[in-house]
């Protein structure tokens, strides 16, 4: 009887925890500026055992220029303050981000919950447009983020979903 309330209790919260998550989905939503986003470098750097594996496919849109030489550089995240920084994607002399290809990046970083924001940056004159960026994680399932549109010069551009992970602090305060 106590094996058969215990499995009832935890089916019951496996669905209740799943039923209030809120999936990513930037479908219909546009990337934005973030002016204050600063990549976080010491993270990278002292990710030491903590260290996990990252897929990241980025397509680039039919509309793009055929190529580009500018600076590409990546950052994701969680909720929580785990980041990965990417400074330099690029690669102009293996035809990285050519117009309607797929690029694959295995990337290693410190772990991270569930990515809930992810920002491109792009220093240079060509231009590029991505269509959509997805990370495979390790432990959660892929995310993807939508851009379709053209990557403004000299500032971070994304999109930032973490205000759905993190409770509010009314519901916090009642916890405690």
Partial sequence: MKVVTSIFLLS??????????TPITTDHQ???????FKPNQTQIQNAGSSSCSYTVTIK?????????????SLSFGDAYGYQVNVPRL????????ERCSTDT????????????YLYLYRSGYDGWKPESVTVYT????PVSFYYNTFIPNGIWYGFDYCRRYLPSTATHAAAL
């Fill in 30 to 36: 546009q990337p934005q500026p973030n002016p204050s």
């Fill in 60 to 72: 680039t849109s039919c509309s793009s220029p055929s190529y580009t030489r500018d600076l590409i």
């Fill in 12 to 21: 019951f919260c496996i669905i209740v925890v799943f039923s209030q998550s």
């Fill in 138 to 141: 390790y432990n959660y399932p």
């Fill in 105 to 116: 990046f295995e990337i290693h970083g410190p772990c991270t919950y569930p990515i809930c």
């Fill in 90 to 97: 690029d690669d102009p002399s293996s035809r990285t981000f």
